[in-house]
């Protein structure tokens, strides 16, 4: 089996990454082609062949840069590859990671980042027949793992597979995809499992706000702070749960596909084996945990604010009683 390993990182940019070009993603499949849903990428850095690297050895490798709406990068590193064994793809894909890595720390933080590997396959007469003669390698590759699969974990991997004719292929992993299209046509379903990526990328970042966002309210307290502490502690819980539910939004407005379209079946296999759902759902607990705090803090603020009021009549009292007896003397 050959054909070529498309790497890709994702990261979110430390700065606005704006291309010149723009790429509008536009199936190639039957779809209904809602034009004004198309997502599309920038090209931050055409495609280029990569520079000479010790670490790479000889590796011929092509690199190239994108970004989705100037917040997401996407450095993408190409090469051929020739499974005579099922280790070397594995390989490659290694020494491509060190080349996409490089580049990627020059637009942000590497803390938090997806990273997602195509197999593209094309010199192929029938794509079931390859399948069934690799299946253990392919099951490898899809799992970026060289150990020997036993044949239930095998089988239980190549089964999440995507058929649009006789012609075409598709076995999407976790880690990774092998693509085999005898018509080398894989721009559509790349394009999808991308931004499937994307959205990984955006709920783990999200989430991890959130997460931190909780931990400190529930360090702070807020049983003995004051009326003033308790107003900031609102003012930012109102700030956080604004970017959070404008972040989820953003996410669920990134891909909008619906129906029984081949475009449709292959983004829910993605989101599927990528856990979008399951993310989805923990940063959405975290919103409520926020609110649920909004709304403590709240009762605890009219509490003070009746406290102080209180008191504040009770000082005036005994002022206005002080008056009177000092006016009497």
Known sequence: MKGNILHVIFLRAAREALGQEKMVYRSTKSSPG??????????VEP???????PAIGDLQATIAVKSFRGETVMVETTAFFDSETSSMPLETKNRLHHVAMTTAREYGPIEQIEEYTFFLVSSVEDPEKLLQENKLMIAQLVKDETAILAEAETEDTISNILRYDVDDLAVVGWDGAVLIDKGGQFD?????IQLANIQLLSFRILDARLTAEVEKFRQEGM???NVFHL???????????????????SIDNSIRL?????DAKAYALAERKLYLEKWRRAVEYKLGVLEKI??????RQGELYNITLEITIVVLILVEIVLILFGKM
């Open 47 to 53: 495609e280029r062949m990569v520079a000479p690297d």
């Open 188 to 192: 559509d379903i790349v394009a999808l």
């Open 258 to 262: 619906y129906g029984d379209w081949y």
């Open 223 to 225: 049983w003995t702070a």
């Open 34 to 43: 809602y034009e004004e849903y198309s997502p599309s990428f920038s090209i």
């Open 231 to 249: 107003s900031r502690t609102l003012r930012s819980i109102i700030g956080v749960r604004t970017t959070g539910l404008f972040g989820l939004e």
């Open 294 to 299: 909004f709304e403590m803090a709240s009762q």
